[in-house]
């Protein structure tokens, strides 16, 4: 840690807050819950009417977590991971949703934290304080000012609504996934369109698909799933995990994802294709993210990579009855390059009379008309639109909001050719500010749950550590963040994830910069570094 950089900063006298936390996720939860615990003066803003963050907004039919209840959860607290009880292998959102107010109520975070609040604008103060401009409706803003910001603000949160011509003309009900209503949509009896064939659109097709009268999907990009093959918990299992739940956590503190799944063999082409496909066949079987862990070198070699998604398309070939419906839900690209989803039931759900496919490649969408959606050669008459199309992932809620940092320099200016922070967790030029799961984290990629965890306590840390030292001013160095952006950009170069238009390089947003956003080598390399850092006093960071 360099205490000599950078001019000295005057005295700042008294903020309104030690740390203002934006965002009530998991991330905002668990951070004020931690800094008020370490005495610190703490606050969260949240845009929503309550706490879940992302699960609050994912209120779409069908809404479930890919990552198993009984770890997407939290381990700070034993007698809370002890206490709560999963029903099912895979959540569904209300539940998660009723685990994040529990938590909330448990450690009696209510009074801290303030809904139906947006932050609109962060200015870094030449006192040496964060200015914050909160905006509510029906409310005058306010300003309020504190030593740190941390934005817990998600990296799936703002939603990405394509510039489809006449999108504001349609006379029916629109909807998107990530922004769904609270009270109970229902599709019986409508014809609906779902634009989208990702994980959210995966997920909720089947269940819209058993309401409608008629659904029409239209696809852009054919995307790989495996099935969920989700099961209501088995009580035993649940008391084997309890008895031990410290020697799970620890167990997937060593795994790529964090997460326990069967260990990878090694490579798919040391294998016979008789071995492979009864390796994919077990995990298949078993169910859920575990097929990208088969083999060791899925993500690194195209014709390894090949083998499992020719297992995949050969499943929906199996599946889907329709042969050329078959052929357009086949996708070509590589494997594991877009988020894999989980699904239950989605290529079965082609099969029902009252769903038809429409590849926008060979059909593409002219506009939206009053009535329905028009296509090259016919207009898809519609009385509900649905877009599942996903988010400005990692970067779009950051951007939002007017943050500027030293000499007033704007994030989205710093950020222009893409984001640059040093660890996701702290950006130069931007001091006493951290984003839990930024961008070159590894976040997204892994259980987000200890990934969140690991974020909040280094952040909580470092304050303390700034705290006993008699410092208030942290800031990440420009040498420690371009040394750590290079790292970030070639582990990804190396992995065939980078190869494709995913969100995961902003190539679903129009005009994003591609730029492959979350850190790839691993949660157990990442926390270590992360670790090492500070425990060398905090490295790569000016502290005065
Ligand atoms: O969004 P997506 P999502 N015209 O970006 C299409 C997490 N998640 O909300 O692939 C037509 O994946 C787009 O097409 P293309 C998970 O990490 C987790 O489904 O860009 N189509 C794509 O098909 C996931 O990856 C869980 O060609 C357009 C779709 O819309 C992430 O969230 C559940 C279009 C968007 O798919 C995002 O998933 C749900 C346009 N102009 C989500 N623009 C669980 O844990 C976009 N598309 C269970």
């Not at 203002?20 to 991330?27: K, N, P, Q, S």
């Not at 634009?195 to 659109?201: D, E, N, V």
């Not at 007017?402 to 931007?430: C, H, K, M, S």
Request: hydrophobic share 40%; glycine share 8%.
């Amino acid at each position: 840690m360099n205490d000599t950089a950078d001019a000295a900063v005057p005295d700042s006298g008294t903020p309104d807050l030690d740390a203002l936390i934006v965002g009530a996720g998991f991330a905002g939860l668990y951070l004020l819950h931690r800094l008020r615990g370490a005495g610190f003066r703490a606050r969260v803003y949240e845009a929503g009417g309550g706490v879940g963050g992302t699960w609050y907004w994912n209120r779409y039919p069908g809404a479930r977590c890919d990552v198993e209840s009984l770890s997407y959860s939290y381990q700070f607290d034993e007698a809370l991971q002890q206490e709560w009880e999963w029903t099912e292998r895979y959540a569904v959102q209300p539940e998660i949703l009723r685990y994040a107010n529990h938590v909330a109520d448990r450690f009696a975070l209510w009074p801290d934290m303030q809904f139906d609040t947006r932050v609109a604008a962060a200015h870094w103060d030449a006192d040496g304080l964060w200015r914050v401009r909160l905006e509510a409706e029906g409310r005058a803003p306010e300003t309020v000012t504190a030593r740190f910001c941390i934005m817990a603000t998600g990296c799936l949160s703002t939603a990405n609504l394509p510039d489809i011509p006449g999108r504001n003309s349609f006379r029916g009900a629109t909807y998107h996934t990530g922004r769904w209503p609270h009270e109970e949509v229902d599709f019986t009896g409508l014809r609906v369109a779902v634009i989208g064939t990702g994980s959210s659109a995966i997920q909720s097709i089947p269940a819209i698909a058993k309401q409608a009268a008629q659904l029409t999907v239209f696809q852009r990009t054919a995307n790989y799933s495996v099935p969920a093959q989700n099961r209501p918990l088995d009580p035993a299992e649940v008391a084997a995990v309890k008895a031990d739940y410290r020697g799970l956590r620890e167990e997937a503190k060593t795994r790529f994802g964090c997460f326990v799944v069967d260990l990878p063999r090694p490579s798919a082409l040391a294998d016979s294709p008789e071995q492979r496909v009864a390796e994919f066949e077990r995990r298949w079987q078993t169910g859920g993210l575990t097929f990208m862990a088969s083999y060791e070198d899925l993500l690194y070699d195209a014709e390894a990579n090949e083998t499992a998604a020719e297992f995949v398309r050969a499943k929906i070939r199996a599946t889907v009855r329709d042969p050329e419906t078959a052929r357009t839900l086949m996708p070509t690209n590589v494997i594991g390059c877009k988020r894999l989803c989980v699904d239950t039931g989605y290529f079965e759900t082609y099969n029902r009379p009252n769903v038809r496919l429409i590849d926008i490649n060979e059909q593409p969408i002219s506009e939206i008309t009053g009535s329905g959606v028009a296509v090259e050669g016919e207009e898809i008459a519609a009385d509900a639109i649905v877009f599942a199309t996903g988010f400005d992932a990692m970067t779009g809620s950051l951007k939002r909001i007017d943050i500027r940092g030293r000499g007033g320099l704007p994030l989205r200016d710093a950020w222009e050719a893409g984001p640059r922070t040093y660890l996701g967790l702290a950006v130069n030029g931007f001091p006493n500010l951290f984003t839990i799961t930024g961008p070159g984290s590894p976040s997204v990629l892994t259980n987000m749950m200890p990934s969140i965890e690991q974020h909040v306590e280094w952040v909580s840390d470092c304050i303390e550590a700034l705290r006993d030292r008699g410092a208030t001013v942290i800031e990440a160095e420009r040498a420690a963040q371009d040394d750590w952006v290079g790292h970030v950009n070639e582990l990804a170069d190396a992995s065939l994830r980078s190869t494709c238009s995913s969100w995961y390089v902003g190539a679903n947003v129009p005009g994003k910069p591609r730029v492959f956003m979350p850190y790839i080598g691993g949660y157990p390399a990442y926390a270590a570094r992360c670790a090492e850092i500070a425990a060398a006093g905090y490295e790569g960071f000016a502290i005065r």
